[in-house]
């Protein structure tokens, strides 16, 4: 079991900024990704980001430059720095983590915390 505890959401304007951390506990191997997927009422959970424990990263495609995603291994921390925002990209972000090192992929998720651009 993998718990993921997820903060930094919230209201921000247009064209402002900012950043999600989730930290993970538990069963946690030495391979392993972290990342962050996002949703709107209506829509699929779509990638935002993620970082494997190696440094391999890979964006959505809408992120264009706008979003950083990085990590702490020590902490198995993920930290997701968001910049540029505009009103497309209201919706609840959840952290996402993965064992890569087992037989069958393992996939945990957080609570969720929302984030709102808006003026």
């Known amino acids: 079991q993998v718990d993921l505890v997820e903060s930094g959401g919230g209201l921000v304007q247009p064209g402002g900024s900012l950043r999600l951390s989730c930290k993970a506990s538990g069963n946690i191997l030495s391979i392993n990704k972290m990342g962050w997927y996002r949703q709107v009422p209506g829509k699929d959970r779509e990638l935002v980001a993620f970082m494997t424990t190696t440094g391999f990263a890979k964006y959505g495609d809408f992120v264009r430059g706008r979003f950083t995603i990085s990590r702490d291994n020590a902490k198995s921390t993920v930290y997701l720095q968001m910049d540029s925002l505009n009103p497309e990209d209201t919706a609840v972000y959840y952290c996402?983590?993965?064992?890569?090192?087992?037989?069958?992929?393992?996939?945990?998720w957080g609570q969720g915390t929302q984030v709102t651009v808006s003026s």
């Open positions: 996402h983590f993965q064992n890569l090192q087992l037989s069958v992929p393992d996939d945990h």
